[in-house]
């Protein structure tokens, strides 16, 4: 039976805050601005670490320091980091020719290296420090190492789960709760174990069986947009929520113009996708013209993370021509929840005090 009271003592002890809310981390709209308003509102602010190199990194940390004595998280990549193929990244130079040619990009001058970086000792040394109340990752778990290194700080570890399988792995390597991404979820799959989409559950559908073969605490994440999204997540068993897409209109977060203007315009057409064209891995975004033209998931595309090489200089290109057909417009199925308020209003609503 559920009981409120429970669960949010539940919650203290996990993670520290008054709140069942947790922000998501979405790398490219927001820095320690939203951690720290979601943080003091009473829920638990994220800071996306992912693409940060590390000095910027720890001032965005002593930015929230300086701010909030609250409890938060901050979140890594845990992928394995393959060499540049140089033979896949000329065939898929090949095909996207002819957008070079239209954004007059020329090719001999893109980098090959890649802005996303996986958690490591030399990330750890830096973090120590602060003793973060919580580090969450995606894709999985660093090794076995790291995660006793994290654990000696006092730390909490959460990963992302996209099935049962995962779950239970993550349970048996160390992780102190489990967040269950439903196929609802905007952004990065959090898949590790397989790459099969075919193997993706809604929320609703996955929630109750994790909870059901799992012994930690387990976040609801996808498609949760308000307070009833949150109290039916409580009622299968989730001792809290993650909420990202909701966050995105925001006055603490950094969304452009463009990703705005089609976040409202999606809450009416509601045209997402997961697409793999922007990184290598799938993700949720809404969809625009290279994903109508290249097909939402395309085998031609290099291994993550360096995909977004080819994908970054053409968004740059395009955005400058106020265009966001080759910009990764990262949303969840449902947007009815995103509004142009405070994150401390939306945190306080969520969590049914608004």
């Known amino acids: 039976m559920y009981q409120k009271t429970e669960k949010i003592d539940h919650v203290k002890a996990l993670i520290g805050t008054d709140l069942p809310i947790i922000q998501a981390p979405m790398a490219g709209v927001q820095d320690h601005r939203l951690c720290v308003a979601v943080s003091q509102a009473g829920g638990l602010g994220s ?52 957008f070079f040619d239209e954004l007059d990009i020329d ?12 958690f490591d000792h030399n990330i ?26 994290i654990k000696s700080w006092g730390s909490k570890i959460l990963s992302t789960a996209t099935t049962v399988q995962e779950a239970i792995w993550l349970e048996s390597n160390g992780a102190d709760a489990i967040i269950v991404q439903g196929v609802e979820a ?42 009833l999204g949150v109290e039916a997540a409580l009622l299968l068993g989730a001792t809290a929520v993650q909420v990202g897409t909701a966050y995105l209109l925001c006055s603490e977060t950094n969304t452009s113009q463009l990703h ?3 976040i409202k315009t999606n809450s009416i057409q509601s045209n997402t996708a997961i697409t793999n064209l922007f990184t290598g891995r799938p993700a949720r975004g809404i969809i625009n013209r290279v994903m109508k033209e290249l097909s939402y998931i395309n085998k031609t595309v290099p291994d993550f993370p360096y995909a977004s090489i080819e994908m970054g200089q053409l968004r740059l290109k395009s955005e400058y021509k106020a265009s966001s057909d080759f910009s990764p417009l990262w949303c969840g199925q449902n947007t009815l929840g995103c509004a142009e308020i405070s994150a401390q209003d939306l945190t306080l609503s969520l969590a049914g005090q608004r």
């Open 107 to 118: 090719k001999s001058t893109l980098p090959t290296s890649a802005s996303r970086t996986p």
């Open 124 to 149: 750890a040394d830096a973090i120590e420090p602060f003793s973060p109340t919580v580090i969450s990752f995606h894709f999985g778990l660093p090794s076995p190492e790291l995660v006793s290194r």
């Open 260 to 262: 705005r203007e089609a």
């Open 186 to 227: 905007g952004g990065h799959r959090g898949m590790f174990l397989s790459q099969d989409l075919s193997s993706q559950m809604g929320l609703m559908a996955l929630l109750p069986q994790v909870v059901a073969q799992v012994n930690i605490p387990v976040i609801a994440a996808g498609g949760i947009g308000d307070n």
């Open 47 to 98: 800071l996306p670490c992912g693409m940060l190199d590390i000095d910027t990194m720890v001032n965005e940390i002593r930015s929230i320091k300086a701010k909030t004595t609250r409890p938060y998280n901050l979140n890594f990549f845990c992928h394995d980091m393959p060499s540049y193929n140089v033979a896949k990244h000329t065939k898929w130079q090949q095909l996207l020719t002819p």
